[in-house]
């Protein structure tokens, strides 16, 4: 198969998957009341789109990993992980649903810490 025709054919299938799986999830979550912003409708389905690209990546790395053995690579790896567990810690709206505090500095400081040691990962490696 055509690799531009295979790669339209993933994409077509990621973009109704995270259509689906916004339509399931925006059903389960309460009603936007009048104190807060459509913009809160939004956040899961960005959420599951980074999720869904980070995991491609992990995917993609991991291969590359497994038959080069880098450093740089593995590198790679951890960089990702720690961009992964950003983007769900940072998620407001999967917190609420998981009974966490709504806007939990903790959580927060939590998400920061994540995005901080996965920048130092990608400098690091980068500097190598």
Known sequence: MNENIKAGAISLGIILFVSALTFILGSMLPQVSQGESIFTRIIPFLTVVNVLLIMILLYTYAKAYMKMNSGFTL???????????????????????????????????????????????LLYISNK
């Open 75 to 121: 590198g790679i790896l951890l960089f990702i992980s720690c961009l992964l567990m950003f983007v769900v810690v940072s998620n407001h709206t999967l917190l609420r649903m998981l009974n966490f505090d709504k806007g939990s500095v903790f959580m927060d400081m939590v998400a920061m810490l994540f995005a901080t040691i996965s920048l130092a990962i």
